[in-house]
T-cell receptor, first 111, second 116 residues
Framework: QKEVEQNSGPLSVPEGAIASLNCTYS??????FFWYRQYSGKSPELIMF????GDKEDGRFTAQLNKASQYVSLLIRDSQPSDSATYLC???????????FGKGTRLSVIA | DGGITQSPKYLFRKEGQNVTLSCEQN?????MYWYRQDPGQGLRLIYY???????QKGDIAEGYSVSREKKESFPLTVTSAQKNPTAFYLC???????????????FGPGTRLLVL
């Protein structure tokens, strides 16, 4: 059973701070990792994907992957109230099999 | 506009009734998926299809059925056998088998199903 674990939160950070969201996974064969943002009542939207160990930066977002330790994280710099949402971690181990999702971490950015 | 559409936005089901949720995409994607989301929960896979006229059960297929007669369409039927259908239903699509493990899944806006 492939599992993706996330702390459900809520994670509260002040405006302008760095928010750090973490995800661990059980399947060592996992190859691709995705972060989705989901606003309340809306569908998930892709923020970032990462395939290789290390960091990947896109604007205020940085994804970090460590396959040896089986964790992936998302850093949000200069957090804004508009970043308040649930962040879903997802992974895939091969081919185009469906993504496996964690339960999500709720982030609250306090103005 | 290119994308994934789901209808209706809200759907009400009476006891013992079958209901069908629509999902259409014009992205020319081969693969399509149905997920269910309960409050405070992640996404659980119901069914997926990697090619027309073929589909596979996901983790929670009991009480649901699907068809894939056209590339663009992947309707989900919630049958009366599904005893707890109240949830947010999300349809997604991706390029398909040739894209490999790195392909991205894109989501439609979702349908919220409520039981009367």
């Amino acid at each position: 059973q492939k599992e993706v674990e996330q702390n459900s939160g809520p994670l509260s950070v002040p405006e302008g701070a760095i928010a750090s969201l973490n995800c661990t996974y059980s399947d060592r064969g996992s190859q691709s990792f995705f972060w989705y943002r989901q606003y309340s009542g809306k569908s998930p939207e892709l923020i970032m994907f990462i395939y290789s160990n290390g960091d990947k930066e896109d604007g205020r977002f940085t994804a970090q992957l460590n396959k040896a330790s089986q964790y992936v994280s998302l850093l949000i710099r200069d957090s804004q109230p508009s970043d308040s949402a649930t962040y879903l971690c997802a992974m895939r181990n091969s081919g185009n099999t469906p993504l496996v999702f964690g339960k999500g971490t709720r982030l609250s950015v306090i103005a | 506009d290119g994308g994934i559409t789901q209808s209706p936005k809200y759907l009400f089901r009476k006891e013992g009734q079958n209901v069908t949720l629509s999902c259409e995409q014009n992205l020319n994607h081969d693969a399509m998926y149905w997920y269910r989301q309960d409050p405070g929960q992640g996404l659980r896979l119901i069914y997926y299809s990697q090619i027309v006229n073929d589909f596979q059960k996901g983790d929670i297929a009991e009480g649901y059925s699907v068809s894939r007669e056209k590339k663009e369409s992947f309707p989900l039927t919630v049958t009366s056998a599904q005893k707890n259908p109240t949830a947010f239903y999300l349809c997604a699509s991706s390029m398909g088998r040739l894209a490999g493990s790195r392909e991205t899944q894109y989501f439609g806006p979702g349908t919220r199903l409520l039981v009367l």
